[in-house]
C-alpha cells in the first residue's frame, strides 16, 4: 500500500450504515465467510463484483450506525483500495484507519459515476478521475495515518513506532 490508490468506482448514497456494509445476522460467520454478504441490502452481487483496489464512493455518512469492527474489515477483506465519501461516522473511520483500510472525505462525491476509474493521493488530497479527466481536492490524510494505513493498520504501526519486530 503506498500513498498513491488507483481503482474502479462502486457508487453508493447517503447514510450506508453498518448494517448494510457488515449485515448482523452473519456476525458468527468468519470474517471471509461474512464478507460473502457485504453490502447485499442494496448491492446483492457486490461481493462477487468488487476486485482488488476497487474504491467505494459515498455520499454523506457512511459507516453510521453501530462501532461494529466487521464492517470494514469485510470491505479490507474484499481487498477494497479505498472509500472515499462526502463524510464518515467518526467511529467507522477509526476502524477503518486502524486495520489499514483508507477512507477519505471528500465533501462532494457528486461529480463521480460508477463505474469511473479514480487515482487517490493521500499526502496531497487530491483525486484525479482518470474517465472523465477532471481533478478534485480532499482532505489530506496526516503522514502518520497514510503511514499507518501502508504498514497494515495501528498494530504493525506501533510495533515498528517501538522497535518490535513482527
Do not use: C
Not at 62 to 78: D, I, M, N
Not at 103 to 119: K, P, Q
Not at 155 to 163: F, I, Q, S
Request: no cysteine; net charge negative.
Amino acid at each position: 500500500m503506498s500513498e498513491m490508490i488507483r481503482g474502479r468506482v462502486w457508487k453508493y448514497g447517503h447514510n450506508i450504515n453498518t448494517d448494510i456494509i457488515s449485515p448482523g445476522q452473519y456476525m458468527s460467520l468468519s470474517i471471509e465467510e461474512q464478507s460473502q454478504h457485504a453490502m447485499e441490502a442494496i448491492d446483492p452481487d457486490f461481493s462477487k463484483k468488487v476486485r482488488p483496489g476497487d474504491i467505494i464512493v459515498a455520499g454523506d455518512n457512511f459507516g453510521s450506525g453501530s462501532s461494529r469492527e466487521t464492517a470494514p474489515l469485510v470491505l479490507k477483506h474484499l481487498q477494497v483500495g479505498a472509500i472515499l465519501g462526502n463524510f464518515f461516522a467518526r467511529i467507522f473511520f477509526r476502524n477503518a484507519i486502524n486495520i489499514g483500510l483508507p477512507v477519505v472525505e471528500m465533501g462532494d462525491t457528486s461529480y463521480i459515476d460508477e463505474g469511473d476509474m479514480l487515482e487517490i493521493d493521500l499526502l496531497k488530497g487530491k483525486v484525479i478521475n482518470i474517465t472523465k479527466g477532471q481533478e478534485y481536492k480532499t482532505a489530506k490524510l496526516p503522514a502518520h495515518l497514510v503511514e499507518m494505513v501502508s504498514l497494515g493498520g495501528l498494530e504493525p504501526y506501533l510495533a515498528k513506532r517501538m522497535g518490535i519486530s513482527s
